[in-house]
T-cell receptor, first 114, second 114 residues
């Protein structure tokens, strides 16, 4: 059972436009969400996170939105740049007194078209 | 120098062989993890260790074993490799900061079992 889902395997966006990557989850107990970015031949790198007590977190060009009632989060990148071309994974965890583990989605490959 | 290193980076082996993948970190984190990535399945947790004396199974531990030799070292072994263990393997580290557990990944080991 895939508890974290990224239904779009790939996405292409023109340089300078907004990229929106989506993620859905089924476990309502998840209370912390993260986005990771992965380039070929490298490990995933942490990008941005959000706690379930918030509905938005912004860091430069990256903003994550959380809609708890819909069990949905999204990552907005604006403006998109060629260096943003990568695979993006969303991940979720539930607070368990320090026993947190991450559950990852399947990833979305973002391609920025110059 | 990279904070999380994995050796080897690439390995081809035959069915039935014993294989060890090694992970070292200089981040000083207590927590270490092993994941595998398969196309269309995202990252799945194999084993994790919250300190040197603590080893826990993840969601797909069958066919694997681990050893935490020191705070900085966490090895993954395939006792008798089989073709469906062909995958990209990632080691990660983290430190729990009271409510968050951001993980930092190594560059990955690509393992092919013939």
């Amino acid at each position: 059972d895939q508890q974290v889902k990224q239904n779009s395997p790939s996405l292409s966006v023109q340089e300078g436009r907004i990229s929106i990557l989506n993620c859905d989850y089924t476990n309502s107990m998840f209370d912390y969400f993260l986005w990771y970015k992965k380039y070929p031949a490298e490990g995933p790198t942490f990008l941005i996170s959000i706690s379930s007590i918030k509905d938005k977190n912004e860091d430069g060009r990256f903003t994550v939105f959380l809609n708890k009632s819909a069990k949905h989060l999204s990552l907005h990148i604006v403006p998109s740049q060629p260096g943003d071309s990568a695979v993006y994974f969303c991940a979720a965890s539930l607070s368990n007194f320090g026993n947190e583990k991450l559950t990852f989605g399947t990833g979305t490959r973002l391609t920025i078209i110059p | 120098d990279a904070d999380v290193t994995q050796t080897p980076r690439n390995r081809i082996t035959k069915t039935g062989k014993r294989i060890m993948l090694e992970c070292s970190q200089t981040k000083g984190h207590d927590r270490m993890y092993w994941y595998r990535q398969d196309p269309g399945l995202g990252l799945r947790l194999i084993y994790y260790s919250f300190d040197v004396k603590d080893i826990n199974k993840g969601e797909i531990s069958d066919g694997y074993s681990v050893s935490r030799q020191a705070q900085a070292k966490f090895s993954l072994s395939l006792e008798s490799a089989i073709p469906n263990q062909t995958a990209l393997y990632f080691c990660a580290t983290s430190v729990w900061e009271g409510s968050t557990d951001t993980q930092y990944f190594g560059p990955g080991t690509r393992l092919t079992v013939l």
